[in-house]
Nanobody
Framework: QVQLVESGGGLVQAGGSLRLSCAASGRTFSNYVMGWFRQAPGKEREFVARFGWSDSITYYGDSVKGRFTISRDNAKNTVYLQMNSLKPEDTAVYYC???????????????WGQGTQVTVSS
């Protein structure tokens, strides 16, 4: 059984930082693309960042470029999202996901975590 479990969300003031973690278990994810998405109330799910375990190339959504960094720990099968210079508009539920292709389209992702809430106060 495949599981993705996010952690690290919380409440932070604008300008602050948080690091989200996504622990993957159940299978080897070396051939998967790992992505982070977010969804704010009343809005569509938004692509945040992704990278491939095999090529390590990273991609970011325009709204987070220069502020967020996606990384991994192979030994722990864990993906991280370091979020700096947070803004109130970053408030959302953040999801970790895995896909077999390199894509920013959420429908193309096969496995999803349960999500973790990030709230940025002004």
């Amino acid at each position: 059984q495949v599981q993705l479990v996010e952690s690290g969300g919380g409440l932070v003031q604008a300008g602050g930082s948080l690091r989200l973690s996504c622990a993957a278990s159940g299978r080897t994810f070396s051939n998967y693309v790992m992505g982070w998405f977010r969804q704010a109330p009343g809005k569509e799910r938004e692509f945040v960042a992704r990278f491939g375990w095999s090529d390590s190339i990273t991609y970011y959504g325009d709204s987070v470029k220069g502020r967020f960094t996606i990384s991994r720990d192979n030994a722990k099968n864990t993906v991280y999202l370091q979020m700096n210079s947070l803004k109130p508009e970053d408030t959302a539920v953040y999801y970790c996901a895995a896909a077999r292709i390199s894509t920013y389209v959420s429908d193309d992702y096969d496995y999803w975590g349960q999500g973790t809430q990030v709230t940025v106060s002004s």
